[in-house]
């Protein structure tokens, strides 16, 4: 039987990664949890609790062996799988997701662009070509995409996901400002840009 993990846990699982990542960068090979919890506003209580959640961290006393760590949150998270990423709208923010060069650190690699604009398909961005969107079945099945990436207006993200669930992709990575139906076995995660400026606005406009 599957082990359920809360939602809040997993999202806390990224914010690890990048920590211990940058930690390593400092040259530091031990981190407490207090230490890790102070970088990060998390109470060591919660982090332990978060770890202990995949099995056993760390050894007490002492601290965690950050490159241990490390790899295994990532080995958690699954980016050892190096997934294949599809972006479907190259204009500015797809190109700009083409374009940053830190997916290939986390195990990410853009394989494909697509876009149903004439007037962009058949330029190339990074390297890529961009293909026409008619032709989505194809693309995928022939870079093995993994996650498609949704960067379309959002009256034509519902059919854009349904065609590159029909391409076989096993995730989507949405941009659009609007809840997308999938089915239950395809992950999907929402990226609203407006939600994190909107909130941002609220807690300056309490100043």
Not at 31 to 43: A, K, N, Q, V
Not at 79 to 102: D, E, Q
Request: charged fraction near 20%; aromatic fraction near 6%; proline fraction near 3%.
């Amino acid at each position: 039987m599957k082990k359920m993990i809360s939602q809040a846990t997993i999202d806390r699982l990224p914010l690890y990664f990048r920590t211990l990542r940058l930690v390593e960068d400092e040259d530091l090979t031990i981190i407490s949890s207090d230490e890790l919890g102070r970088r990060l506003d998390i109470t060591p209580e919660q982090i332990r609790k978060d770890l202990a959640t995949f099995g056993q961290f760390g050894r007490k006393g002492i601290g965690y062996d950050v490159s241990e760590l490390k790899e295994r949150i990532s080995n958690i998270l699954g980016l050892h799988n190096h997934w294949r990423l599809a972006i479907v709208g190259v204009g500015h923010l797809g190109g700009a997701l083409a374009n940053y060069v830190n997916f290939a650190s986390l195990g990410f690699s853009v394989v494909a662009l697509l876009d149903r604009d004439k007037r962009i398909v058949g330029n190339k961005v990074n390297g890529i070509e961009v293909c026409d969107t008619a032709d989505m079945n194809e693309v995928i099945a022939s870079t093995a995409a993994d996650i498609g990436v949704i960067t379309v207006p959002a009256a034509e993200a519902q059919s854009v996901a349904d065609m590159l669930v029909a391409a076989g992709v096993k995730g989507i990575w949405n941009f659009a400002p609007i809840k997308l139906s999938v089915p239950p076995a395809v992950p999907l995660v929402n990226e609203d840009l407006s939600v994190g400026l909107s909130a941002l606005s609220y807690h300056m406009s309490q100043e």
